[in-house]
């Protein structure tokens, strides 16, 4: 499809990218010798690159965000009428857009009722790292000051993120980090570290419980978890698991700090992953598919007892959170959100998600049946995990490089996945599908079809 109109501009474009811009999470010498892929287009599930080259996207923009597909000029508009009505002004002062999406999301959140918005979703969860840190200071006397997360997890790209990251080879490098966090097991039990146990998930939410009676329970301020994990291996929670967790925090009064950064807003088939096991967080912070990408906003959502701490004594002028995002004012993204909100509703993604997710899981066991080479399927709607081992028996990882072959076996059929990558060292061996909340059959039966090619391909 010829939707490039004029390729002598785009000649220029791609030289002008590979002179002059520095792409993430990509080394760039093979640039000298092939050009980098520039997308120009995207309709629905459908992307077209510089060349005029058709793309089905099964990873929503590369990083599981573009929830409700491309080309939603509905949003466009929504945007477009707030920016010429109103672009900016920081957020110390309300805006229409951002007061209104508040409430639609507090609706869908029972338990919580403040909404504080940021542009990335490392920032939301900064954000919570800096609020447990004063309630520390103002409320325990300087205790409780510590911050718990999961081997495995990533939260974001910042020190304090990295800090409070799981997947060693993205801290690699970039130490010294802050200190105050503290490294609690992951959860995946098709890697289970306890050996024989009766139930796995309450296993391994206790031994969150050894790491804080190790810790001593007065140092403990909050844990921060994703619901399931992402770039870490898509990483579903065992049985038993989120219960237990909830029951730990409670017990040693530890505040509970999800991560939906990529579950939230139905990439799990609910509008957030915890809704999925009954448990009541202290904080939720969100940013990919709040605005599915047309809008940089992230939110970060707490209960009415955090928010009151940091009211407590006007008198104090240091006492309230003194924070500031300056593009946490920008208006359009809230503006996208609740047209993104609303579109999700009116075309019913969250029961689409749902029944989507099941038939990809279906396909992708089936192509576990034909492809020894597949250790482990796993997944929660459409955000699924296909683990590649060398041996079943042993579960030794397949090859970073044939894993990576995969991967571009399926975009050389035009078909985009991910896999896990440059995040836990020895074990980035798991293709990741997080296609948008709009797929429909076809879609998927396509995308499970070119992993069956492509692991054929490069497995035989
Ligand atoms: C679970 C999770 N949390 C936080 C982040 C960081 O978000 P951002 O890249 O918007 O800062 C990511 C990014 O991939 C993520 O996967």
Known sequence: MGIVENPNDIGHVVEA??????????????????????????????????????????????????????????I???????????????????????????????????????????????EANEK??????????????????????????????TLGCLAAGGQSERRDQYGPLPEGFVEVPHCLEYRGQFGDTGNYGERAADAIEDVILREGPDT????????????????????????????????????????????????????????????EPDFVTMAKGV????????????????????????????????????????????????????????????ENTAAMGERLLGNLREVQERHA???????????????LVADRRTKHPADEKLVQAVVADCMAQGVIIGATNRSIAGFNNTLCLSPALIAGEDDIDALTASIGKALTKVFG
Not at 250 to 274: N, P
């Open 17 to 74: 990218d590979r002179e002059h811009v520095w792409h993430h999470l990509t080394q760039h010498k093979p640039f000298e010798s092939a050009d980098p892929r520039i997308f120009v287009e995207g309709r629905g599930m459908r992307l077209w690159d510089a060349t005029g080259r058709e793309y089905l996207d099964g990873v929503s923009g590369g990083v599981w965000t573009v929830n409700v597909g491309y080309g939603r000029e509905s």
């Open 128 to 157: 919570v790292f800096k609020m447990v840190r004063q309630i520390s200071h103002r409320h325990h006397d300087g205790r409780k000051y510590k911050i718990l997360y999961r081997d495995r997890d990533y939260h974001g790209t």
């Open 76 to 122: 466009a508009d929504a945007v477009r009428d707030q920016l010429v009505k109103l672009n900016y002004f920081a957020n110390s002062a309300g805006s229409i857009p951002g007061a209104l999406f508040a409430e639609r999301l507090i609706e869908k959140m029972p338990g919580l009722t403040r909404i504080y918005y940021s542009n990335s979703g490392s």
């Open 291 to 350: 605005a599915s990408g047309y809008a940089a906003i992230s939110c970060m959502a707490t209960t009415e007892k955090v928010f009151e701490m940091f009211k407590d004594d006007p008198s104090d002028p240091m006492s309230y959170f003194r924070d500031i995002s300056t593009f946490g004012g920008c208006v359009a993204g809230p503006a996208a959100a609740l047209e993104n909100m609303r579109i999700i509703e009116d075309e019913n993604l969250l």
């Open 373 to 387: 080479v597949i250790g482990d399927v796993r997944g929660l709607g459409l955000f699924c995990g296909v683990e």
């Open 220 to 279: 403990i301020g909050a844990i921060c978890l994703e619901p399931v994990t992402a770039g870490g291996g898509v990483i579903t929670p065992p049985k038993g698991y989120w219960e237990r967790v909830q029951e730990i925090c409670r017990r040693y009064d530890i505040l509970l700090h999800i991560d939906e950064v990529v579950c939230g807003v139905g990439r799990t088939g609910k509008w957030f992953g915890y809704q999925h096991f009954g448990i």
